[in-house]
């Protein structure tokens, strides 16, 4: 998965990776002997459990290899003038392309007629009983977070049945407990997106009703946000649970769709008081830009609790590099990059490797203590990394995005080797062991499809399209429904 190196020794070896980077066409016969000792083991009958294991060990690295192939090819792209928007321009009149292209738009189409039929104005749909539920205040959750879904696949009497819907019975005058978080993600998020993409101002009228309703969450004396809000009365409280802290990751992932919000209205206090959040946490940020989960809202600062890039953690880091790329990348927003990039330092000194396929994976840390547990939501670390990868002089470039595609092959794992081919909630890492499933759920998580995205687009690399295939088809064939799509109890 390692990038080459840009070392300009001419003493190249046939045992040296660089030698079949400067000629491509002994890579293609290395790859084919693999091809050729992998068919000519797996015909063999009545094979020993150690053969067999060794015919799996052929096929991962026949997999690494061709991954190297494609990112050779990639270069060679690149060499010629081309980047990945020119790259990717290449699928656009491909048969296979077009033929999945439809199959996914024929996915949410299937999803979303099950939603208008049982579930209308719900937040969401319960397929096997064929009824909606309101796990979100009856906002609309589904509805409203699909706008620019249904908008972008050309679903457009689907997208005006939507629309009429959010003007005429989307009410927010609610005596509802309403996470902040979840509301901001999905219902500010979605409303300002169909704006973006329609023009319609009913949806920014609707995001501005709804993020005023939040903003009082905003008023504790650090500045850190309550995560819970009354939306009825604007009475803001943490929950019980976290000691009366807030979540770092549903305090620092608002500051996306507030700031677009200002920049729309033209009104800027949406955009204070997000920004207010990340200038408090900048003062006290620690060496390695590792933040515990729990934020005491009182006085700004980091209470004892665990480091992970998985739940309650993760999208913090993301909302930094984001904001950064949001805002032009401009001098006004540096601090969000230095501070991206300082957390990026401390990932690293969590990353560990599998015993004996070298799977690379992110601990979670209590303390001084390392756990050897990863979540699939960490899973949208590769994609961040490739995203933010750019923002890097080339050699160090180079460095995060290798680490990006080794994780995304560790997340790409994550379901292909389950029955299912779907992955867990979490996976534990044992010496000798690789991985096991921790909590063996599947709830339709989008993390690892999204970093497969990412890195699509990033490189250009086929392999990742192919990747993204192999779990569509594994929730087709285990999560459909003659109504709609369910979550698995065990994968």
Not at 54 to 81: C, I, M, T, Y
Not at 99 to 128: C, F, I, N
Not at 247 to 268: H, M, N, V, W, Y
Not at 418 to 425: D, W, Y
């Amino acid at each position: 998965m390692g990038k080459k190196s840009s070392s300009n020794s001419t003493s190249l070896s046939i045992f040296n990776p660089k030698y079949y980077l400067k000629k491509p066409q002994q890579l293609v016969l290395v790859i084919f002997g693999f091809i050729s000792l992998v068919l000519l083991v797996s015909d063999r009958q009545n094979l020993t459990s150690d053969h067999q294991e060794e015919v799996l060990r052929l096929n991962e690295e026949l997999a690494r290899l061709k991954l190297q192939l494609e990112d050779f090819n990639v270069r060679v792209k690149w060499s010629a003038g081309l980047d990945s928007a020119d790259i990717s321009k290449d699928d656009d009149d491909d048969p296979v392309s077009v033929e999945r292209r439809e199959k996914v738009k024929e996915a949410m189409l299937h999803a979303w007629t099950s939603y208008e039929k049982y579930a209308w104005g719900h937040d969401e749909l319960q397929p096997q009983t064929r009824n909606g539920v309101d796990s979100f205040g009856s906002l609309g959750a589904t509805l409203v977070d699909s706008l620019d879904t249904l908008f972008i696949m050309g679903l457009h009497e689907q997208f005006q049945r939507a629309k009429e819907w959010v003007a005429n019975s989307l009410d927010f005058n609610k005596d509802y407990v309403a996470s902040v978080f979840e509301t901001t993600i999905r219902v500010v998020g979605g409303l300002l997106s169909a704006y973006d993409l329609s023009g319609d101002k009913i949806f920014l009228e609707k995001a501005k009703d709804i993020a005023d309703r939040l903003l009082p969450a905003w008023n504790s004396p650090s500045g850190i946000p309550y995560n819970r809000i009354n939306l009825a009365h604007g009475s803001a409280h943490n929950f019980g649970w976290t000691g009366g802290n807030s979540i770092l990751a549903d305090s620092g992932t608002e500051q996306l769709e507030f700031i677009a919000l200002s920049q729309r209205t033209k009104d800027p206090k949406y955009q204070e008081k997000v920004e207010k959040v990340v200038k408090e946490l900048q003062k006290t940020f620690p060496a390695d830009g590792l933040l515990p989960i729990y934020i005491n809202p009182r006085s700004g600062t980091a209470a004892y609790s665990t480091i992970t890039f998985g739940a309650m953690g993760d999208s913090f880091y993301e909302y930094l590099l984001k904001v950064w790329i949001q805002g032009n990348k401009t001098e006004a927003v540096k601090h969000y990059r230095e501070m991206w990039e300082t957390s990026m330092k401390g990932l690293q000194s969590l990353v560990r490797k599998t015993t004996p396929s070298s799977f690379t994976y992110i601990c979670e840390k209590n303390g001084n203590f390392l756990s050897d547990k990863m979540d699939e939501l960490a899973c949208f670390a590769p994609g961040m990394l490739a995203l933010g990868s750019k923002g890097y002089g080339s050699g160090e470039a180079e460095k995060i995005l290798s680490l990006a595609e080794e994780l995304a092959w560790t997340c790409y794992n994550f379901y292909q080797l389950t029955p299912t081919k779907l992955a867990g909630e979490n996976y534990y890492f044992h010496p000798g062991q690789d991985m096991n499933v921790g909590t063996s759920w599947n709830i339709l998580r989008p993390e690892t499809v999204e970093s497969l995205f990412y890195l699509w687009r990033i490189t250009g690399n086929k392999t990742y399209q192919e990747w993204g295939w192999n779990i569509f088809q594994a929730f087709e064939k285990n999560s459909r429904l003659e109504t709609g799509y369910v979550g698995l109890k065990d994968v």
